[in-house]
């Protein structure tokens, strides 16, 4: 017998419980299919072919073939089901709303095929309708949901890779050469192609090296963007390269035991958290979940919101994060949370305008994750950070980046600039400036903003909602 496996954030061999259902029926073909609904940006396109060339890869050195296409996934998935005879079709549970509404329309076609299509709890550690609060409503705050949530995770046993695979080989597929991906004019990939390894053994070796070298000081090193002391293995844990059943059991295994592992234990339950948001409010990524944030007085403000994008604000902090985001494809979690907080509250630019740039930069680009950490961050989130505190990002930049390293390392412009200056180099004398061959609004913006009356012009609009500091 023969059944499909339908890919999608799953990209791996090992631990996917959906493969080994399908393995248990008999012959299996895996399929990709790039459907459009899922709007990917381009740093994921970059990912995503990567990612699955590597799974081709796998899968032939297993004697089997990968199916990729390309279209309505909700058409393509009962018509290839039913052409190659199958006698069922697995996939990992989803979380995002396309997907779950590909789902739905997916088993509606295929249950009148007489198909059964069956979903396994793959993409996150607790499937988001098992777990609720005493009142039996949904949780709303990260605290007791993560406690509830440590009790209630069992990672699954490991899965191994099956030695074969030899299905698909005479199903039809596309050429992912021919999707063209991958950037060309310009190529800004370069970045992207130094700093990750996409696929299944990418994501294994940066665990095995995370584990082995950072984990110990994580709860120290984690919140220095100009030190490598996370795993980076958002990308990986996005596309489902290695599963989140994985990564907890290796973490929870390794030694020593403390606080870099209960830290890192946690974190992996705010990902668990903007899951189970997402489950639950399917408009996390357009709608504020306050209420009250839908009349919030935000600027239209295009000029500002470019030079946010482009890392030209002219404060360096803020704009070293924005090119590491557009060379790396990836920020640290401490710049994510500065240069977000830059843009909702010291330039009053809507939320989901920083959401879609990040959506299209970031090689991690998650629904959950980024909507989620956007809410937080702009105070509109159900367990947010208050509004009213506003990062100083030159006090941010001295705490985090205390030797300006960070921010030498992606504003070459600035590298000359004595530590004392260089998050704040429009306070800086002028011979200071020119030693160092700085020229403000030339080589290096003025501030596009005032922090101080940035700052007190957020707090204004907050007040306009009723928010109370
Ligand atoms: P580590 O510190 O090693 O953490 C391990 C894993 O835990 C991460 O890989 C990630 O899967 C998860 N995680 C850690 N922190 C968070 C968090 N705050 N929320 C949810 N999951 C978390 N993360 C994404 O994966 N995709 C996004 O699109 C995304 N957008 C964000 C937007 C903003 C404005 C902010 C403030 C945060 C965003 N994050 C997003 C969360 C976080 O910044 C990244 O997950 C983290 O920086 C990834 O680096 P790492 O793998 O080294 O993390």
Redesign the pocket.
Known sequence: AKALLWLRNDLRLADNPALAAALDEGEVVPLYVLDPVAKLGGASLWWLHHSLASLRDDIAGRGGHLVVRRGDATKIVPALARKIGAVSVHAGQAHEPWLRESDRAAAEALARLDIPFHRQRSALLLSPEHIASRSGDPYRVYTPFSRAAFDAVHPRSPIAPPDRLAGGGRVESERLEDWGLLPTQPDWADGLRGAWTPGEAGAWARLGD?LEDDLAAYARE?DRPDRSG?????PH??WGEISIDAVWREASAAKPDGSGKQT?LK??L??EF?GYLLWHNPKLAVEPLRAEYASFPWRRAPAELRAWQHGRTGIPIVDAGMRQLWQTG????RM??VT?SFLVKHLLIPWQE?AAW?WDC?V???AA??A???Q??AGCGTDAAPYFRVFNPVLQGWKFDPDGAYVREFMPELAQLPDKFIQNPWEAPEDVLREAGVTLGKTYPRPIVDLKSGRNRALAAFKEIGGKG
Do not use: Q
Request: hydrophobic content about 50%.
């Open positions: 995370f984690r996370t795993s980076r293995l958002s844990l996005h890192y974190e992996l705010w990902r903007a990836w920020m640290h979690n994510r949370m977000a920083g990040f970031l991690d680009a998650d994750n980024n989620a950490s956007w937080w961050v």
